[in-house]
């Protein structure tokens, strides 16, 4: 299966939906600077991999799924949950590129300029995520 | 946060599009904002627990994908009540290994 952009997608997302998972996000970042500023950054930092936007996400992956399907005159149907669900498992793949990013960041940050360390620590989370996509692709049944 | 977000969206196959629900965003900006105020050696120690705080997030998202692959629940109270999980191990795991 190959990987494709369908930006009419970007028409289908009210401007909202952005702007709930900025705020969630935004709300997120607060609260892991005032843990880490209460309990320390040890405990903060467990809040860095907070998934904070992610019921919003699955919940509109759910509900576009659910209308696309209306549209085509189909009422009830269980796509939207199956699809959320698919999103979620490449959301777990993407997470252990999010503890690559997290080591990286922990081991070079005291050695490099912070700029070139978060360079390096995204490109690692792309590359993981996208190699364990690809082997999870390559060794599923079809 | 909101690029992720919108590249979450655009791309194809959804499960391709799942990689970016964890996308380092919270992160991003949560430690630049650090460094700023209280230097890179105490970001450094907020990335070490990260760590820990990234395995339970995929622990969170399996359990996700799971429960609506193969059951009847709704997604928004599934999500939603698996960050109990979430909190509860992270919790656990500072408590027990990080402290």
Known sequence: ?142 | MSAFAALGDVLKPKSFAGLFGAAPSIALATLGLTIAANGKMYAAAEARSMIAGALVFFLYAWFCSWLMLRGKLKVMPVTLSALAIWLVCSISIWFFVLR
């Not at chain 1, 907070?50 to 919003?56: E, G, K, S, W, Y």
């Not at chain 1, 399907?69 to 999010?98: E, F, M, N, Y």
């Open chain 1, 1 to 142: 299966m190959k990987v494709s952009a369908d930006f009419s997608a970007l028409k289908k997302t009210k401007w909202y939906e952005y702007a709930v998972r900025f705020l969630l996000g935004g709300a997120v970042t607060v609260v892991a600077g005032l843990l880490a500023k209460h309990y320390g950054p040890v405990f903060g930092g467990l809040f860095l991999a907070f998934p904070a936007i992610f019921p919003a996400s699955a919940t509109l992956v759910d509900k576009h799924e659910r209308q696309k399907k209306q549209r085509a005159g189909i009422p009830q149907t269980t796509r939207g949950r199956q699809a959320a669900g698919v999103d979620a498992a490449g959301a777990a793949l993407g997470s252990l590129g999010l503890a690559t990013f997290a080591y990286i960041i922990w081991k070079l940050l005291p050695l490099w300029s912070a700029a070139m360390v978060f360079v390096v620590a995204v490109c690692a989370w792309l590359c993981v995520s996208c190699v364990l996509w690809w082997l999870r692709k390559k060794h599923s049944p079809q």
